[in-house]
């Protein structure tokens, strides 16, 4: 019997031993290699990137984890009893392992079979998000955790180690941390999160996707009654103060944050330029704070003013057509689809909905259209515009006249709710389509380069492209104001007497004459310089090009900013060169700026993550024309407005200068102009190149928008003219001879010079014109 129990004391010895000796051997294995724990003692995880306006309001984030790192104190005290309730009831007790629970959770998985379930502590989850990232759920993981753990709870505090875990914890939707999770499901700080949000948040760590309140709040809702029961019983909160938690509304952010709409475009640029400049780990991961230029009311205003000159442009082309036509069978599908988009979606004055039209009355001129439950009432009126599109035709030669022109029972169309409407009728609504034609803006301060506004298109959801910095399209006629800029610089006056008619070019016998038009084809003779800016006419343009040779022109753009490539022949002087809105619009601001090149600012400065600056931009300008050019040009462009293609502008009711452009065959609308405060310029076409409408030009399609634009970003500031330089000086001249005015003249004008450069004589007596003289020249007689 001895030797038996001998025998036992043996075996039970050596299986203790074999055991400790495996333990040892694994633990040391498991334990090897371990990460240095030292490393997160400077926390820096991935934070957002955030760019702002110049009021400083946020216009775009960008992210590789959406965080949003904040100090302990700022997390209600509520909110950190709900998640160590819900998931680490013992973390105030335990010194990183708490064994009661890992033994809980251990059996549960031999039940199963598999890994089901942790037993972490939060220290643990800690430990594992910020060292063993990207590892296997296995045992030896769990071991190195729990040694990791403990290493933790012995270098840092309880406190610290709850600070990494509200700020690193994945809680859905993108959310790391909880003031991004406060903010990405309620729209607030975390601060600001009463005791029913908070529990929320503390149900998600545990399986955020499947407890999201936004996909599944049946779910959401469960889980934050248990959260709420756990802290009862751990007697954070009374009974009472459960049930009211349980009993509160939540308002539950179900669209995605979307700052980047504000201003997409500009934001865009941004996001390229930091990329380029600093690389995609600064950009997505490096919490940069961006001050930018961007007047975000500015912004509003130029996309209002974008979307209603294209909107008028577009009808103008004329109507497109129904989306689609519907059977009758087919109507009730559409009305149970039409009733889902409209419950997310309530319809209010203004808005643009898609109806199908259920009745057509030529009799009562209206017809009826279906909007949800609801009817809508479509006169005649508000589809007056919906000619048919030709192209050859005005588009006021051919207005509807009865609504079954244009309209049939089962077509899908698109309607604006304009008002109430009377009984049956729930709305008056007018016809709409979504325009085709593109357009951009670009805005800024001549006198420092800030870009207050960007639009690089109708909608940037549709297309990404920035037809205001990326796009290069012929600028036609906007393009004039360099080469006369030029013409200036190299001695000419604007009072210079040139020859308006057909001009072939036969510099290169080798190509087809070149015959260049004016618009409409008509010459007028002996012309003043001004005049030929004025009315845009392009044969003197080229002449004036020819005159002062084009290496010169060429040479004298590019120090007016012109970057693009330059078609290096005459047809430059008609802007046949692919330009971007960006740069022309530079190129006006000279004129603006006393004859100073700035150049553009988008970023005022950038601060990194530590507070420091790494970036600041402040006005660069360089000289490239004289005060007394700039002022002159001024002068011209000025009466481009006043008596010339941009007499549309004059409705602005303030100082200021601007050029329209138009394009061979009506592709492309322009209108660059500027008060002292602001240039801006506009541009109007198709992606395709495709000819717009007739009479689309720049001063039809394009001068309105930059109109509703200027009209409204400077009201209530004072008017103010441009101020002229020493070295001009102002003569009332005799329109048609260019000669100072006397009694003898029919019609004067009032013209800027360069001093020195004014006339000298006194405009004569007319003469009586002879027989045959030339006075007025078209196509026709010049053949």
């Given at each position: 019997m001895k030797g038996f129990i001998k025998f036992l004391?043996?075996?039970?010895?050596?299986?203790?031993f074999i055991a400790a000796g495996t333990g040892a051997y694994f633990w040391y294995i498991w334990s090897s290699n371990l990460p240095y724990i030292g490393s997160v003692k400077e926390y820096r995880p991935p934070i957002i990137t955030e760019i702002y306006s110049d009021?400083?309001?946020?216009i775009g984030r960008f992210w590789e984890e959406k965080r949003i790192v904040i100090p302990l104190k700022q997390v209600p005290d509520h909110m950190i009893q709900a998640f160590v309730a819900a998931e680490d009831a013992r973390f105030f007790r335990h010194e990183g392992v708490d064994i009661i629970s890992i033994a809980r959770a251990f059996m549960k998985n031999i039940t199963a079979g598999k890994i089901e379930q942790g037993g972490s502590t939060i220290t643990q989850q800690v430990t594992k998000s910020l060292l063993l990232k990207n590892t296997k759920r296995t045992y030896?993981?769990?071991?190195?955790?729990?040694?990791?753990?403990?290493?933790?709870?012995?270098s840092f505090s309880k406190n610290h180690i709850l600070f990494l875990y509200m700020n690193q914890i994945y809680l859905g939707q993108g959310a790391y941390g909880v003031e991004a999770a406060a903010r990405t499901y309620f729209n607030k700080s975390a601060r600001g999160l009463t005791l029913a949000e908070a529990a929320l948040l503390a149900g998600l760590p545990q399986a955020?996707?499947?407890?999201?309140?936004?996909?599944?709040?049946?779910?959401?809702k469960a889980r934050q009654r248990y959260v709420l029961q756990r802290m009862v019983q751990e007697r954070y909160i009374t009974e009472k103060q459960r049930r009211d938690a349980l009993a509160e509304q939540l308002e539950i952010q179900t669209k995605t944050e979307n700052t980047f709409a504000k201003a997409p475009y500009f934001t865009e640029n941004i996001r390229r330029y930091l990329l380029k400049k600093y690389g995609r780990n600064l950009l997505y991961r490096g919490g940069l704070k961006i001050y930018t230029t961007l007047n975000l009311q500015m912004q509003q205003t130029a996309r209002d003013a974008m979307?209603?000159?294209?909107?008028?442009?577009?009808?103008?082309?004329?109507?497109?057509?129904?989306?689609?036509?519907?059977?009758?069978?087919e109507i009730s599908e559409f009305k149970l689809q039409a009733l889902q988009k409209l419950e997310s979606t309530p319809p209010e004055i203004g808005s643009v909905v898609e109806v199908v039209v259920v009745e057509v009355d030529d009799e009562k001129m209206e017809a009826i259209v279906l909007i949800g439950e609801e009817t809508g009432r479509l006169a005649l009126s508000e589809m007056k515009w919906a000619r048919m599109p030709d192209p050859e035709v005005p588009y006021y030669a051919s207005r509807v006249k009865k609504p079954s022109e244009v309209l049939k029972n089962g077509d899908v169309i698109l309607v604006r709710l304009l008002k109430s409407g009377n009984d049956p009728f729930a709305w008056e609504v007018s016809l709409e389509q979504t325009p085709v034609v593109q357009g951009a803006l670009f805005c800024m301060v001549p006198g420092t380069g800030e870009v207050q506004a960007i639009v690089g298109g109708k909608d940037f959801t549709e297309s990404q492209f920035d037809r205001a910095i990326q796009s290069r399209r012929q600028p036609g006629s906007a393009f004039k104001p360099i080469i006369y800029s030029a013409a200036l610089d190299w001695g000419m006056n604007p009072a210079e007497m040139i020859i308006d008619a057909p001009y072939i070019s036969g510099e290169n016998p080798d190509e087809e004459a070149w015959k260049p038009k004016n618009y409409k084809e008509k010459f007028f003779g002996p012309t003043l310089l001004r005049t030929g800016l004025i009315k845009s006419r392009n044969v003197m343009t080229v002449k004036i090009l020819r005159k002062i040779g084009v290496k010169y022109a060429i040479q004298y753009a590019r120090n007016m900013g012109i970057e693009s490539n330059l078609s290096p022949d005459l047809s430059m002087a008609l802007g046949s060169s692919g330009l971007?809105?960006?740069?022309?619009t530079r190129s006006y601001a000279i004129f603006a700026n006393d004859g100073m090149l700035v150049k553009p600012i988008f970023v005022k400065r950038i601060i990194d993550r530590s507070g420091q600056v790494i970036e600041e931009n402040q006005p660069e300008s360089v000289d490239v024309i004289s005060k007394e050019t700039a002022y002159v040009m001024t002068d011209l462009l000025k009466a481009v407005i006043q008596e010339g293609t941009g007499w549309r502008i004059r409705a602005l009711k303030r100082p200021a200068a601007g050029k329209t452009g138009t394009t061979n065959n009506l592709r492309d609308a322009w209108f660059i102009g500027y008060t002292p405060d602001l240039v801006t310029g506009v541009w109007v076409g198709y992606d395709d190149q495709k000819v717009m409408g007739k009479g689309e030009t720049g001063s039809r399609a394009a001068s309105p928008i930059w109109l509703y634009f200027m009209s409204k970003v400077l009201e209530g500031r004072p008017k103010v003219d441009f101020q002229a330089p020493d070295g001009v000086v102002f003569a009332k001249i005799d329109a048609k001879t260019g000669l100072l005015a006397s009694?003898?003249?029919?019609?004067?004008?009032?013209?800027?010079?360069?001093?020195?450069?004014?006339p000298k004589k006194y405009s004569p007596?007319?003469?009586?014109?002879?027989?045959?003289?030339f006075l007025q020249y078209d196509m026709d007689a010049a053949k």
């Open positions: 004391v043996v075996i039970l010895f050596l299986a203790v009021d400083g309001e946020v030896r993981r769990k071991v190195r955790e729990a040694i990791l753990s403990i290493q933790f709870e012995k955020p996707a499947r407890y999201s309140p936004v996909s599944h709040f049946n779910r959401a979307r209603k000159g294209l909107t008028e442009l577009d009808k103008r082309e004329g109507y497109r057509g129904s989306l689609k036509h519907l059977a009758p069978e971007s809105l960006m740069e022309i009694p003898h003249s029919a019609k004067t004008v009032f013209q800027t010079f360069k001093e020195g450069t004014e007596k007319p003469e009586a014109p002879k027989s045959g003289q």
